[in-house]
């Protein structure tokens, strides 16, 4: 990992070290202009360019830059962005597990879906050197998903970690409100839920809360509308520091009830994933509060003292975030849906799966109401 303002000007030397001689540089479209830069600093060692990541690492896009990369005989990847085009990466990293998940030969979640893949293994991994522009921490998660068919499944491998993370907060001096704050939580999310995992630890519980503090603290600064550009720089390397401590916790312990909604309904309902996990945090922290006390004593800790759920809460309207799903599109109709596919497949969390239980977080998380008052 390099990390530091003005980070982004080894680039070359870190692609060098790499030993990549024909990388294929990922971004999405938006992020086109960025992706040009990489090309730029990197010079002969980039092969080519593929700016259409998108959201939730459909199947189709997979085989696109698999196809992109194989044109150019590339022999390593650059991704630049969060965690649609950080995900892409893993995904050309390890392509057959990803599309075996994807067409379904394991469950979701499940990390056997890896061995699954490796009978037809078409072809070796491409490494991949990550240069995130958001604050989610995907880039230190060896947890990767595709979506095909409205289903967004998930597996578990080392090898498509990142072999290098260049992380400059300068990179994120013109990140939108909108994109900023999200992406934070969803960080925020990694560590509340490594709070409660089956599969925690001391180390894992410290760097946890400590990710908590470091995202609360800085995320406001990041989003502020002001003209103190030190103190807004200072704000997004500390918020970058926070989404390596979440990064590297989910990691290390495995995933519950939240990131399985998430899943659920960006795959299935085509919703914003950053946006999905900032809504959700704070109705299934309370859900789980009362199954999870030292979890919680830590998350309210890490919130400054606040009530852990309302404390999400009210840190999502600071940002300036969506605090409803009925904001993102989702209709109401199909929260009975939603409900039904939560109670599917097998997955640690603190307090047991409840179908009504989950029908009225969904409930509450379409409507925005703040958890223990109305909407």
Aim: overall charge neutral; proline content about 5%; some cysteine.
């Amino acid at each position: 990992m390099v990390f530091g303002a003005g980070a982004f000007a080894g680039l070359a030397a870190e692609v060098e070290r790499l030993g990549m001689r024909r990388a294929l540089v990922l971004s999405t479209p938006g992020q086109r202009r960025l992706a040009d830069e990489v090309a730029r600093r990197a010079g002969e060692r980039v092969a080519g360019i593929f700016a259409g990541a998108v959201m939730h690492v459909p199947v189709d896009t997979v085989l696109a830059a698999r196809a992109a990369a194989e044109a150019v005989g590339a022999d390593g990847c650059i991704a630049i962005g969060g965690g649609s085009t950080i995900g892409l990466g893993k995904a050309l990293a390890l392509e057959a597990a990803a599309l075996a998940v994807a067409a379904g030969e394991a469950a979701p979640g499940s990390s056997g879906s890896v061995a699954a893949a490796e009978r037809g293994r078409p072809s070796g991994a491409l490494a991949t050197l990550a240069i995130p522009t958001t604050f989610s921490g995907s880039e230190m998660t060896p947890v990767f998903g595709v979506t095909a068919r409205g289903q967004k499944r998930t597996g578990r491998d080392e090898r498509v970690l990142p072999r290098a993370v260049i992380y400059d907060p300068e990179l994120l001096a013109t990140l939108p409100v909108k994109v900023a704050g999200p992406s934070g939580v969803n960080g925020i999310a990694h560590c509340v839920e490594a709070l409660y995992a089956r599969d925690r630890n001391p180390i894992t519980s410290l760097m946890a809360e400590e990710g908590i503090r470091a995202l609360v603290a800085s995320l406001p600064r990041v989003v502020a509308d002001d003209s103190d550009r030190e103190a807004r720089a200072e704000a997004r390397g500390e918020a970058l520091y926070g989404a390596w401590l979440a990064g590297s916790c989910l990691a290390a312990t495995s995933m519950a009830l939240h990131h399985k909604l998430c899943h659920l309904l960006g795959g299935r309902y085509d919703l914003p994933h950053a946006e999905t996990h900032t809504v959700l945090l704070p109705h299934v922290v309370q859900y789980n509060r009362d199954f999870a006390v030292e979890a919680m004593a830590r998350l309210g800790r890490a919130l400054g003292g606040a009530d852990p759920a309302v404390g999400l809460f009210d840190l999502a309207q600071r940002l300036h975030a969506p605090l409803a799903l009925r904001q993102l599109g989702l209709p109401e109709s199909a929260l009975d849906e939603a409900a039904d596919l939560a109670m599917m497949g097998t997955y640690d969390n603190p307090r047991p799966l409840e179908r009504s239980g989950i029908r009225q977080l969904l409930q509450a998380a379409w409507q925005g109401t703040r958890p223990g008052g109305a909407a």
